[in-house]
C-alpha cells in the first residue's frame, strides 16, 4: 500500500528545520526507486542529480522549500529531454524553459523529472499505469502526474487539462487534482492543443497540498481558514448525469449527504441552457483550435502521429470558421450564466468522472464530466475520499467562480474533512 | 518615389490569369533588390527559392494566388531562421512552424522571407530604415514589416503588437495597418511577450488589402461592400491627447472633417472614466506578463538582453501577482464599458501616433496612443492618406467594437476613400 507524500506537511517540516530538503529528496528517491518500474510515470528522470540539487544551502527558506516538483512532458524544460508523448520529438531538447517550471524554480522547487503525458496530451493511451490497481488506466492526459502522486513518488506534480486532463486521472488515482481558472498559471512553453481550452494545473495528497502549492507557485495567497463559515453548495449533475455509473452517482450523492451533515446548505440545481449549450460548443472550439495548433505536424508529419490524434484532426479540419465563432459565443453566454449562480452558490458539485478507473489500458476514459467546465474556465478540484464499486477511488468535483480559486479551496477542504468524518 | 503592391489587386489579376504567381514573386524580387540594401527590412531571405516555389501549378487558384508573405522573424519558421531579433538566438531553427505561418501557406501565400523585429519585438531600436524618408525611423517593433510593404517589396507582412507595434510603424511608414480582435490570428509559435496583450497582424498597402489578406488567410467573410451605409464615428482624443503634435492634432482633424463631409456622423466624446483606467493598467499587465515570459533569460542569459531589455524586466519583476490581479479587473471592466459605446457607434477615431516618425534611430518612438486598445482587444486599424508638418505620413486610427473586424474594415475603407476626395 501506498502512503502519499503531502506537499504541505513536507514544506512545514522543512521550514521548521525537522526534515532537510536532502531529506525529502531522498524520501521521494526511495519510493520511485520502489514503484517507478511498476507504476511508469516518468519519461525521464535523474535521481542524483536531485538528491545533489537538494543540497543548495538557501533551499530551506524558500516557499517550496525545496520540494521536488514532477513536470508533465508536455511543457518545456531545458535540463530534460521534452518529447510531448511523441515519436516526433523523440530526445527534444527546448532552448528554454516553461514559464511555469521557472516559476518552480525561482519558488525554490527542485524539478526532479518529466511525467508520462498520453501523445500530445490528447487521447491515445500511455504507457503509465494505475498505481491504485497496476492493471487499471490511470486516465489520461496527465498520467504521469496523477500516478506519481497516488504511488507516494512526489509531493506536487504540474499537469495539463484541455477536456478533462487534470480531474479525471486525479479521480482514477486518488489524488487531489486542481484545475485553475483559466490562465492563472502561464501556459508558455506549453506545447499547445486548443488555445481557450489549455489549462496548466497542480496534483497533490490533499486540498490543503495543492493550496500550498498554488500559494508557493504563484506568490498568491492561498491560505486557507481554519474557521471558514460552512459552505452553500449546489449539486449539479448536469445533462450528461445518465452517463455516470450508478457507483458514481453513489458518490456524488453521498458527498452531498457528507456536506450536508457537516453544516453545508446542499441544494440540487438544475443548469440553464445557457450553460449545458456550451458542452456541445467544446467539441468546435476544441477542434478549430487543435487543427490550427497542429497545422504544422499534420502538414508534414502525418505519418508519424497515432490514428487517434490523426483521426481526430482530419475531422476537425472540417469544422469552419463560422462554426468556430458561433461555439465561442455559446462559451460566452455560458460563461455569463455560470458567473449568475455564483451570486448564490459558493461552489458547484458534481460528477469528476463517470466512474471508476477502466480496467485495461485502451482507453484514458472520458472527459464528459470535464469539458464544459474547462471552456467556461473557472476553478476545478477534484477531491477525494470515495471509493466504487470495486474499491477505487471515484472522486468528486467542485466547481467554483472564475477568478475565486483559494474560495474554492475552501470548499474544497471543507467537503474533504466532511466526507472523511461521514 | 515608391509604388506599394496591392495584394488585392495582385491576387485579382492573378486569378484572373493577367498576371502568373511568377510574375508577382519576380516583381516583388526586383523591388527587393532595388531597395532592401537601404531599407533593410529583412532578417532573411531567398529570392531564388521565392521565384522557384511560385512555379507551382494549383497556387493561381488558391486564396492567397501564390503571393509573397513576409513574416515578422518573431514567428517561428522551419524553413528560416528565427532569430527574434535577439544574439540568443542567432541561426536558431524551430522545429514547427507558427500557426499563423501555416496558415498562410496553406492559403496559397509564399513565405517570401523573415522581417527584421526588434529585440523580442520590445523597444531597443533595429537596423531598418524608413523607406519613406531613410534618415528616419520605421518605428517598432514591426519595423521590417511595415516598411518591406511601405518600399514596394511585398503586398503582404505579418506583424504583432503587444504594445503599439503594428498602428505605430504603420502610421510612421505610411502603409495600412491592422491589429485584429485578440487572439483572431492565433499565436502558436510566436515567442511571447505578454499573452494578454500578444497580438497578429498584418500590413498592406491600403484597408482593401488587408480585408483581402484577413479573408484569405482566415477563411472569414473580410468582403467589403460598395454601398455600405455612412458610418457613425466618434472621435476619441483621450486623456493622452496633449502628447500628440500639432500635426497629429490637425491629422486627427481632418480625417474627422473628411468623414463628416463625405456623409459620416461624427461626433467628438471624452471616453468614460472606466476605458480610461485601463491605459495605466497596461503598465501592471505586461510588465508582470514579460517578468514569467522572459524567466528564462533573465534567469540564464541576463548579461545576453539589451540594457533597454534588461532595465524594463528588473522594474517589471517588482509588479505583485495582486497589482497584476487589480490591472485585469481594471482592463475587464474598459472591455465592458467600451463594448457599451457601440451601441451608438460604429467606429471610434483617435490617434494612430503622436506625430511623424521619429527623426534618427534613437527610439521606435512612444506606444501611448496604441497600448490600451492591445489591452481592450478590439479591432485596431491604421489609416493612411495624411501627412504631418515634414511631409512624412500620419496615420489615423480607427477602433472596432471586439470581433467585429469586418465592419471596422468598412469603416476603414469609407475613412480612407474620405480622406482622399478631401
Redesign the interface.
Known amino acids: 500500500m501506498t502512503e502519499m507524500l503531502s506537499a504541505a506537511a513536507l514544506a512545514q517540516a522543512v521550514h521548521a528545520g525537522r526534515l532537510s530538503p536532502v531529506d525529502v529528496a531522498e524520501r521521494c528517491a526511495e519510493a520511485i526507486r520502489a514503484r517507478e518500474d511498476e507504476v511508469r510515470a516518468f519519461a525521464s528522470l535523474d535521481l542524483p542529480a536531485l538528491v545533489a540539487a537538494a543540497g543548495a544551502p538557501e533551499l530551506a527558506a524558500t516557499p517550496l522549500a525545496g520540494l521536488p516538483v514532477g513536470v508533465k512532458d508536455i511543457l518545456d524544460t531545458?535540463d530534460f529531454p521534452t518529447e510531448r508523448g511523441s515519436k516526433l520529438?523523440a530526445g527534444?531538447r527546448p532552448?528554454?524553459?516553461a514559464?511555469i517550471v521557472?516559476?518552480a524554480?525561482?519558488a525554490g522547487g527542485l524539478i526532479a523529472g518529466k511525467l508520462v503525458t498520453t501523445e500530445f496530451a490528447f487521447m491515445q493511451p500511455s504507457v503509465t499505469r494505475n498505481p491504485r490497481r497496476l492493471t487499471h488506466s490511470p486516465g489520461g492526459s496527465s498520467a504521469g502526474s496523477a500516478a506519481a502522486v497516488a504511488a507516494g513518488m512526489l509531493p506536487i506534480t504540474l499537469g495539463t487539462q484541455t477536456g478533462g486532463s487534470i480531474i479525471r486521472p486525479a479521480s482514477f488515482c486518488g489524488v487531489t487534482g486542481y484545475k485553475p481558472s483559466f490562465?492563472l498559471l502561464?501556459?508558455?512553453g506549453l506545447k499547445?492543443f486548443a488555445?481557450?481550452l489549455d489549462t496548466i494545473g497542480l496534483f497533490g495528497a490533499h486540498v490543503a497540498d495543492v493550496a500550498f502549492a498554488a500559494g508557493a507557485l504563484?506568490?498568491?495567497d492561498f491560505s486557507l481558514d481554519e474557521d471558514h463559515p460552512a459552505p452553500r453548495i449546489a449539486v449539479v449533475k448536469t445533462a450528461r448525469a445518465h452517463l455516470a455509473a450508478a457507483d458514481a452517482h453513489a458518490a456524488l450523492d453521498a458527498a452531498a449527504a457528507a456536506a450536508g451533515k457537516a453544516g453545508a446548505r446542499v441544494t440540487a440545481l438544475d443548469l440553464p441552457d445557457a450553460i449545458e449549450a456550451a458542452d456541445e460548443a467544446t467539441v468546435a472550439v476544441q477542434g478549430y483550435?487543435a487543427s490550427?495548433?497542429f497545422?504544422?505536424?499534420w502538414?508534414?508529419h502525418r505519418d508519424a502521429l497515432s490514428p487517434t490524434l490523426a483521426t481526430y484532426l482530419e475531422g476537425a479540419a472540417a469544422i469552419?470558421?463560422?462554426r468556430y465563432?458561433a461555439a465561442r459565443r455559446t462559451a460566452r453566454r455560458a460563461r455569463h450564466a455560470l458567473a449568475d449562480l455564483f451570486a448564490e452558490y459558493d461552489a458547484l458539485l458534481t460528477f469528476s468522472v463517470a466512474g471508476e478507473a477502466p480496467e485495461g489500458f485502451a482507453t484514458t476514459g472520458s472527459p464528459a464530466f470535464n469539458r464544459l467546465w474547462t471552456l467556461t474556465g473557472g476553478p476545478c478540484l477534484n477531491v477525494t475520499g470515495l471509493t466504487g464499486a470495486t474499491g477505487l477511488p471515484i472522486g468528486v468535483q467542485l466547481l467554483g467562480r472564475f477568478?475565486r480559486d483559494r474560495e474554492l479551496m475552501q470548499v474544497g477542504r471543507f467537503l474533504e474533512r466532511a466526507i472523511t468524518a461521514a
Open positions: 531545458v520529438f527534444h532552448t528554454t524553459d514559464a521557472r516559476m524554480a525561482r490562465k502561464p501556459v508558455l499547445p488555445w481557450s504563484t506568490g498568491r483550435e490550427l495548433a497545422a504544422d505536424e502538414d508534414r469552419t470558421p463560422e465563432d477568478g
